[in-house]
Nanobody, 117 residues
Framework: QVQLVESGGGLVQPGGSLRLSCSAS????????AAWWRQAPGKERERVAA???????DYAGAVKGRFAISRDNAKNTVYLQMNNLKPEDTGVYYC???????????WGQGTQVTVSS
């Protein structure tokens, strides 16, 4: 069983920063690929940042240049650094990882990010 625990969400003013963390524990072999998704109220879940297995990263146009995904493989943890936050970044953020051995995928429970003055 693999558990993902997210942290770092909260309320921030426009222009502020937050760093989300997603720590995997349990029977995980390692992180093959990772991504962060978000779901705004009344909208579908969208992928905002990805760290695929090929070593590159990919970002949604709306966050490019402001968000950065990274990982610490030794800690089985994925991060999302979010800078210059805007009200439209408000939503529940979910991490998604793929196990490096089984290629099973797992979702975090979600963490709320609210950008408001």
């Amino acid at each position: 069983q693999v558990q993902l625990v997210e942290s770092g969400g909260g309320l921030v003013q426009p222009g502020g920063s937050l760093r989300l963390s997603c720590s995997a524990s349990g029977t995980i072999s390692g992180i093959y690929a990772a991504a962060w998704w978000r779901q705004a109220p009344g909208k579908e879940r969208e992928r905002v940042a990805a760290d695929p297995a090929d070593g590159g990263t990919d970002y949604a146009g709306a966050v490019k240049g402001r968000f950065a995904i990274s990982r610490d493989n030794a800690k089985n943890t994925v991060y999302l650094q979010m800078n210059n936050l805007k009200p439209e970044d408000t939503g529940v953020y979910y991490c998604h990882i793929v196990d490096s051995h089984s290629y099973d995928d797992y979702w975090g429970q979600g963490t709320q990010v609210t950008v408001s003055s």
